[in-house]
């Protein structure tokens, strides 16, 4: 019979003001073991996180992409839950995302997603999440975190050195699709996320989110041209078009917002490199 214990990483750099109740409601899941990669934070992060977790391991890999699988590759079990230093889970998050995966048949499978905060801008991304994340099925990409993984499927693919280093999400997941006997996408559980933002803190996200796709185009260039059209016009237009039709009006400044943002600075840093 296949292990069903579960086994959490949390990747974090500088994250003192948010760890500590990410673990505690990880804590409070009762996972088989916690396993805390830090990336040389200069903070607090280790200290706040050493009394929770089975393992801390501070990690010089250099990047978050990176810091994932040295996590994967210290855990011990079948199944292996990403959840990050702003995420909220429920008791029963973690046996929730376990039966989404068998459900969905599932080889990774990404939580729906609500911000708690209800200022403008986090209402927005609330509302975007559901035009185009908290559907559950398959999904062509989902995030790297919240989200389950079977611990075999990494024997065959890895967060590592050749993975984009700002956003490990598209690289990781384009290359999973190039495998149609791996699947993934969204389930049925929701989890939280502490995220007090501003105007000001999302340009300066989907800013950084443009450096990550930037490195993608590099990598991938016969997905240049796609992913060009998915920031400047998938967003900003078809997306905010759904999202009218839909009654989900906070939601059209944050497709505008984050598909310009990211198109911008994606363009900036191809021409930069």
Known sequence: MSDKRISVVVCARNEESRIEKALKSIKAANPHEIIVVDGNSEDRTVEIATPYAD?????????????????IDAATCDYIAMIDADHRINPDT?????????????DVVQSKL???????????ENQAFDIFLNHAGPKTMIGTAPAMYRKALFL??????????NKDDADFFY?????????????NT??????????????????????GDSEFCRKHKNRAASKAFHLF?????FRSIKAIGKGK???????????????ISMVFHLIKA
């Open 249 to 263: 009006l906070k939601a059209v400044p944050y497709f505008i917002l984050c598909g310009l943002t990211r198109g």
């Open 114 to 124: 609500g911000i708690e905060e209800n200022s403008f801008w986090t209402s927005a």
């Open 55 to 71: 393992k801390v391991i501070v990690s010089m890999a250099g990047s978050l992409t990176a810091d994932r699988q040295v996590g």
């Open 156 to 165: 065959s693919h890895k967060f590592d050195a050749e993975i984009t280093r």
């Open 190 to 211: 929701y989890v939280w996320q502490e995220h007090h933002a501003s105007f000001k803190d999302y340009v300066k996200k989907f800013f950084w989110y443009g450096k």
């Open 233 to 237: 016009i998938n967003y900003p237009v």
């Open 175 to 187: 290359r999973l699709s190039q495998h149609p006997e791996f699947t993934f996408g969204t389930g």
């Open 94 to 106: 973690l046996t929730s995302l376990q039966e989404d995966l068998e459900l969905f048949k599932f």
